[in-house]
């Protein structure tokens, strides 16, 4: 276990936090938050206003300064229990170098399976992603490269992990502080983990800022000092990567959180069409996030996307992209955890808002597929 600053900790968990949650803490509008409200619902003569047994596909915990998780997992269990959350999968945030501060499952897994059933883990984002990044210019990707890159994605799932996340290709930076990273999604270290996870029949959960085209950095993400000039093209190698091997799904993570304006449900519809090892973990901007092509807008969803959701039920997946820390949190980090309950009720006014059979698969049942538990 790695000694660490909370600085350096605070530097890890902003390589995923995007900056806009930073200035939106304002509550979002709450619709059906709270296990006694929902409890309630389910004895009223409207039940399919509300839905429970959510499986969180995609969240973070925040340890204290010594890489300690317990308080993070009893915090996250609490705000669990309230939102009807049965189980949650936690993952490292996708690290660009493996520095101090950085985490990865075997930190988090002994303590996290105190609480039977109720999290599980994805493998990667603090180890494999750091090697990937490491080896951002291709030309450096030997053969040992390779073999020290397989050994660590074997062990990670051989130590419990159900797939391999938070990998990252393109991750704008959000904020001041924020890390900017990039390779291509058809990177060959990434093509090697998608014949990994078609070997092990595990998903890869994707960070990959969506950008259809290569163009001038836009002057909102521009003031951002790690952003470079120029944004790269990211769908062309993404669609390479799902195209390499058909039977390694990809889970697209974070749609409903679109910064570029290229993530809108017409295009996610078309690379549905197009590639069947595609999914998306879903993470519901509330109505202060500054982001396009929102999902729900006035606690309503949105047409566009709301034929998508109902045309590809079974691709979608909830992934609230929450942070948990517990009570010795301070600062930023503080902050972060407390936006995760506003998050945790745009979720549910998401999934209030859906016939109660596609809530029940995007919710729940759809994870349980992919992730085979
Ligand atoms: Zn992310």
Redesign the pocket.
């Known amino acids: 276990m790695v000694l660490s600053t909370k600085l350096e900790i605070v530097e890890g968990i902003m390589s995923?936090m995007p900056g806009k949650l930073l200035l939106s803490i304002a509550v979002v509008a709450i619709l059906g938050a709270g296990a006694k409200s929902l409890d309630a619902a389910s004895k009223s003569p409207a039940p399919q206003r509300h839905f429970e047994g959510i499986v969180d596909t995609h969240a973070h915990l925040v340890p204290d300064p010594l890489l300690r998780f317990d308080e993070a997992l009893s915090a996250a269990i609490e705000v669990m229990d309230r939102y009807g959350i049965e189980t949650t999968l936690i993952m490292s945030?996708?690290r660009a170098t493996k520095v101090r501060g950085s985490y990865e499952l075997d930190d988090f897994a002994a303590a996290a399976r105190r609480y039977p059933g109720r999290f599980r883990f994805m493998g990667g984002g603090g180890g494999l992603n750091a090697i990937l990044h490491g080896h951002a210019d291709p030309s450096t990707v030997s053969a040992k490269v390779r073999q020290e890159f397989e050994t660590e994605a074997r062990r990670l799932i051989k130590a419990g992990a159900l797939g391999f996340g938070?990998m990252?290709s393109l991750?704008l930076s959000l904020a001041m502080r924020h890390g900017y990273n990039f390779v291509p999604a058809d990177h060959p270290l990434l093509l090697l983990l998608a014949d990994i996870a078609a070997d092990q029949n595990v998903p890869i959960d994707l960070?990959c800022d969506a950008a259809a085209t290569e163009r001038s950095t836009p002057d909102r993400l521009a003031r951002f000092p790690n952003n470079p000039k120029r944004i790269p093209a990211t769908i062309p190698p993404l669609e390479r990567l799902l195209a390499h091997n058909p039977k390694a799904r990809i889970i697209w993570?974070?749609a409903g959180t679109d910064h570029l304006g290229d993530f809108g449900p017409e295009r996610i519809g078309t690379m549905l069409d197009k590639y069947p090892n595609l999914f998306l973990s879903l993470k519901i901007a509330g109505p202060r996030g500054a982001t396009e092509n929102k999902v729900l807008s006035r606690k309503r969803l949105d047409g566009a996307w709301r034929d998508l959701l109902l045309r590809h039920s079974d691709r979608f997946v909830i992934g609230t992209?929450s942070f948990y820390g517990g009570p010795s949190a301070v600062g930023v980090i503080a902050e972060f955890t407390k936006i995760t309950e506003p998050h945790m009720r745009t979720t549910k006014v998401f999934l209030s808002a859906l016939p109660r059979e596609v809530a029940r698969r995007i919710g729940r049942e759809n994870a349980h597929r992919l992730y085979h538990f």
Do not use: L, M
């Open positions: 995923c945030p996708p938070e990252s991750h960070h993570a974070h992209d």
